[in-house]
């Protein structure tokens, strides 16, 4: 089963009392980039559930965002620990008088001092909160990948049809080539007619220029791997396994063989079909682009 990168998903639970919310976004990118915004009384957590999405996710572009519900975590408490201020104090005081020193110490300076103005982040026990908080996200998770699975069933829907489309012209390619060597030798025959004014073709030589012809023609080669590449990516449809890379491969490989058969068949009609070829491989790539 593919899967698209794109994707959302969003749980939300009870956690110390307030409730959480989590939402994760995701878009195709070549790698697994992910970007976590988490509050500051949850900042700790953040490389576990980087970890975690990494596991769960897979390729894209990811976007993980927490916040609180009914909760200011911005407005954190903050004390005077005023116990160090008086110690600081004393300290000044004396360094003063033995030093000899002028000057009086204001307020500012001794809110300045390390560990005078203390902030207090309400925080939770680390082992309990990282239980429930895992739950949240995996939850988020569940729910963000089942989006991309069935946009990836959409997508492969719309693969499908395409794949059968080129089929249906490489058939109609398959039909067609093995009549270029008698067009070719027809129109060789014409062309040498007026230009040996009657005098009788060598049978041997003439078959000789045919057997050429035919053999610079002939794309009876490409056919067949393209259609096994067909076979191929129809295969990787269905794999359990993310396929988004080897699908790019397959539509390299398999331009390169639509390009040869044009560039070998050198008729109007193939050249016609070759270019209804590339147009769909182009759209089955824009769709690819967006696979695991």
């Not at 449809?237 to 398999?254: I, Y």
């Amino acid at each position: 089963m593919i899967r698209s990168m794109t994707g959302y998903g969003a749980a939300e639970a009870d956690l110390g009392g307030h409730k959480l919310s989590i939402e994760i976004h995701s878009v195709n990118h070549r790698f697994a980039e992910i970007s976590v915004r988490l509050p500051r009384s949850l900042s700790h957590f953040e490389n576990s559930i980087r970890t975690l999405l990494g596991q769960t996710l897979g390729r894209g572009k990811i976007t993980f965002n927490a916040s609180w519900e009914g909760r200011d975590d911005g407005g954190r408490r903050v004390r005077i620990d005023v116990e160090r201020a008086r110690k600081y104090l004393d300290d000044l005081r004396r360094m003063k008088s033995a030093l000899k020193l002028n000057g009086d110490f204001d307020m500012n300076m001794i809110l300045a001092l390390p560990d005078v103005v203390v902030s207090e982040t309400e925080s939770v026990g680390e082992d309990d909160t990282w239980v429930a908080l895992e739950a949240i996200v995996r939850r988020a998770a569940v729910d963000h990948m089942s989006m991309r699975e069935r946009e990836g069933q959409a997508l492969r829907e719309e693969l499908e049809k395409r794949l059968g489309l080129i089929e249906t012209a490489l058939t109609r390619i398959e039909e067609k080539a093995p009549v270029r060597p008698v067009e070719a030798k027809e129109k060789l025959v014409a062309r040498l007619k007026p230009l040996l004014d009657g005098v009788e073709v060598d049978p041997g030589r003439l078959a000789q220029e045919v057997a050429l012809l035919a053999e610079r023609l002939d794309c009876t080669e490409e056919c067949v791997r393209l259609r096994a590449h067909l076979a191929q990516f129809r295969s990787l449809l269905t794999d359990p396994e993310p396929a988004g890379r080897k699908l790019n491969f397959l539509l390299q490989e398999m331009n390169r063989e639509v390009n040869t058969i044009g560039s070998k068949a050198n008729d109007a009609e193939i050249g016609s079909i070759v270019i209804d070829l590339k147009d769909e491989l182009e759209k089955v790539r824009e769709q690819v682009q967006n696979v695991e």
